[in-house]
């Protein structure tokens, strides 16, 4: 099975790109790294430290309006509604910003949401991500709400701007593979035992002498704040942001993949990461689907799959644990 | 009596310790004191509030009244993940090990730092390894070190949570029935394990129901009745009180 | 439970909740004085508002507190009550400007209903007429008998304008055999024996004109066509509760080792409805045809719409419907038992997944009521269910997590907090109050205003 589910998407991805010509495969390719960061960070939270956070998508949305915020050119001041200030920070600059304040923000919020568990996490969760949509929607003093925030730096270094598709790619690909690093050795160390160790029993490894509640605390954080850095690199990509990116449905997407992929393993949300963005864009191409249903139908396929996988499979494709 | 002697004297000790459920006093006001060194058990009928004793001392549940004293460290909450400063760690009654990881992980995962940063850097190191291998060949798991402790049969599971208990390197184990639900050949292998602890030196106190057990293995015993102590002392002089007699035939 | 909710009994954080009481209970009297007209007017709001929390919050109550999982479903089935009636009304009533009539939701929807009539009569019938009957005599009578009921429930689909003439024999039906039991009943509970021949003759034609009548006058009742409409969306929504209870959760609960199984299962059917809902109406809002009341009544300054007493009347109705289902009837010490430990329920001989089964079955109604009626105050979105269930999850966590009295008080206490928390702050802060309120209360009050005993 575990072989089996690789091949079908790995031979998919080949065949698609193959089809499709490697333009689209470019675009493709950020967006899956995109993905694949937010699914990687998430699978810490809910594979590895068993918490099913749906509210991922609020510290991806803190990310992006980070760096929309610093960055937006101030060229565009007709498209200006409500006058923010031009900052104009380069996007090397802003990049750590979007990093450390998704990072405070799910500190202040692991705080609260530390002693809630199980369902009642999801309830909070829940919470989360709605309560950080209406921030973006509605302080429009400094997200101007539903216009969204226009001319996003593109990365640069030195003079080197990475406008074209390819450059950004790059980029991206390289941002993921850092950030697979950093689970990699998260996940490898004692730091990760003790993650599963409380995701199976948080009393029995108290009595260890391990305090839970800041391990829950800190792998929290670390995920959000990989969550702020694929934000960063999605704003600074589309060059344009507003709420709609950032709504709850997209969160619960985020735990399909993740639950897809197989929880607690990093290749697992690789893998639905690259499954999602396929099934999407190969549904564009499926002549009895209307264009306008493309996205509903991958919904419907994904919510389908995920009833069956929780009949059949609760690992997920290539997955360790079983919720 | 300074804080050293109190140390030297006694392993656990509570002060009137109390714990209720709604209406139900599961310990009420109870005053005892275990001596280092040597096996300690606590037993009593169904109810009487061994268990419910065992998980205030480590923690598991808040204290509603009373002190706990643990290696002369007076403490009114216990915080469980601070017990093994306190030289004191535990077995549960119905096993608790992690179930979706492996024997190995279920090890070593207590023989890492306990600090944040250190833990995020460190890496399996021989020593862990070595550690764990030791401990897995002493409680007779190493064949099974790759499983999954979900897969394990309920004796290997209570094995291998004995085997985690011991990994941690303390003065005073709790262990909450260990050799309930054991086939012979298994339960010799507990006693030894308990036998070995005490020559080595370490506290040990464990709630049985077995009284084969209870009349060979402890040198100290504590009978408890409606969460209240009804006596304690030397085995066999406990075992022939009216008292115990009383409470353990009388219903 | 007690696990689930981490416990949180420091004594600061007690001094705390008593401070913020204080503090919001110091708010609400300066709001008063400052406005008695405008207090009064958010009051009306938060009323209308809570009545629909309500009804939500006691059918989710209802099947929390039986099976321990949050089920996402009653987000799609308040979609699914709201959209019925559009579905059914849209021609009629908007001048068919979206109309809109899908053969495959109709075929859909009647297989769901043929499946679960199916499972009814296997439950019900089977097992006291199988001494008497062939089984394979019985078999064919129910697959003729279900694919009926089935046919019926599509053919009311698809022909939404004809609902009255349509569903007419049907309440017939349901109101002559209500007679006959009432008139068995009596006489037995009189005479202490069954009805024999010919007095059950008597009775049958009784029953009969009884009602034919009752089914003539919801036909020429103004109006009936809209509250057919509602019957309809919401028996549609609670047959697919009970329906994914019966043909999908009953198989996970066995084998899950925790209740999260469920909950990302029923995210995936919540997920699936609302993009099947989008595909089938679209994703704008669309309005629900006129009810009555839509005038704005004054009262003491302060100005509420008669569809809104309707509402809160409903909420309250509906709360006194469980509460003798729940209270005075031997279901509802079935329903408690399970809700206690479902294995002691089925060792004392409590046929569990029909008790369950029914119990989703009423959820789904209830959640379904509460998305209509809210529909038809403001606009629809397939996406608006999602949000509905999470007000109602917050409010009966406020009232008490599987307390049917927590969730009416937690209801309407959720909406009055809401509407006065917009008074000073713009009405789209709303959701985040929602949230902060739900928060403080899993923080400070874990087990809600009334807890679960």
Known sequence: MELWANLIVLTWAVAFMLWQGVGFAITLGTVFAIWAILAVSLNLVVGFTGLLSIGHIGFFGIGAYAMAFLTSDASYEQLRTEAIPTLGWPFFAALPVSVVLAGVTALLVGIVFNRFRDDIFVLVSFGFAIIAFSVFLNLRSVTRGAFGIHEIERPAIGGWVLDGEVEFLVFALICLALVVLVCWLIVTSSFGRVLTAIREDEEAIAVFGYQVTHYKLAVWVISAMMAGLAGGLFGSWTTFIDPNSFILLESMLLVCIVILGGLATIWGSLLGAMAFVLLDEGMRFLPFIPSEFVGQARQIVLGILLVLLMLFRPQGLVGRYRL | MSAADARDAYAVETIDLSKHFGAVRAVDELSVSIPHEGITSIVGPNGSGKSTLVNLLSGVLPLDGGLVILDGVRLRVVKAHETPEHGVTRTFQEVRLFDQISVRDNIMVVLTSRRLLPALLERTTVAHTERTEQILREVGMWEKRDSLAQELSYGQRKLLEIGRALALDVRTYLFDEPFAGLFPEMLERVKEIVVRMRDEGRTLIFISHNMDIVRELPDHLIVLDSGRLLTEGEVHDVLSREEVIEAYLGD | ?453
């Open chain 3, 1 to 453: 439970m007690g696990a689930q909710l981490a416990s949180y009994r420091d004594r600061q954080s007690q001094l705390l909740a008593i401070a913020l009481a204080v503090a919001a209970i110091a708010y609400v009297v300066w709001k008063i004085s400052e406005s008695p007209e405008q207090a009064l007017q958010f009051a009306f709001n938060g009323l209308s508002v809570g009545a629909v929390y309500a009804l939500l919050a006691m059918g989710f109550t209802l099947v929390y507190s039986t099976v321990w999982f949050f089920d996402l479903y009653y987000g799609a089935a308040a979609a699914i009550g709201a959209y019925g009636v559009f579905y059914l009304r849209s021609g009629e009533a908007l001048g068919g400007l979206y109309e809109v009539n899908e053969p495959f939701v109709n075929v859909a929807f009647a297989a769901v209903v043929a499946g679960v009539v199916a499972w009814a009569l296997r439950e019900g019938l089977y097992t006291r007429l199988r001494t008497r009957y062939r089984t394979r005599n019985l078999i064919l009578a129910a697959s003729l008998l279900s694919a009926a009921a089935g046919g019926y429930a599509g053919l009311v689909l698809a022909r939404p304008n004809e609902i009255e003439v349509l569903l007419s024999p049907a309440i017939g039906v349901v109101v002559g055999l209500a007679v006959l039991w009432m008139v068995r009943r009596g006489h037995r509970l009189a005479h202490g024996r069954a009805l024999t021949g010919p007095l059950l003759a008597v009775a049958a034609i009784v029953a009969a004109i009884a009602g034919g009548y009752c089914a003539l006058l919801v036909a020429d009742a103004p109006g009936s066509r809209l509250y057919l409409s509602w019957a309809v969306s919401c028996l549609l929504a609670g047959t697919v509760g009970l329906a994914l209870y019966r043909g999908l959760y009953v198989h996970m609960i066995a084998r899950a080792r925790s209740p999260l199984i469920m909950l990302v299962a029923s995210l995936g059917v919540l997920l699936a409805m609302t993009a099947a809902t989008t595909i089938v109406f679209q994703a704008a809002p669309r309005p629900l045809p006129d009810a009555f009341g839509s005038d704005p009544v004054v009262i003491a300054g302060a100005t509420i719409k008669g569809f809104n007493v309707f509402t809160i009347a409903v909420a309250l109705v509906g709360f006194a419907g469980l509460w003798l289902l729940l209270k005075q009837t031997s279901f509802g010490k079935a329903v408690r038992a399970i809700g206690d430990d479902e294995e002691v329920a089925k060792v004392v001989g409590i046929n569990t997944t029909v008790v369950i089964a029914v119990v989703f079955f009423i959820g789904a109604v209830y959640a379904a009521l509460a998305g209509l009626l809210s529909g038809h105050d403001t606009a629809i979105q397939p996406r608006m269910g999602l949000l509905l269930l999470l007000k109602g999850w917050i409010a009966s966590v406020v009232g008490g997590l599987g307390n049917l009295y927590g969730a009416i008080v937690g209801g309407f206490a959720l909406g009055m907090v809401e509407q006065f928390g917009i008074w000073d702050l713009a009405g789209e802060w709303r959701d985040v109050i929602s949230f902060g309120v739900l928060i403080l209360f899993l923080s400070f009050w874990p087990k809600g205003l009334l807890p679960r005993k």
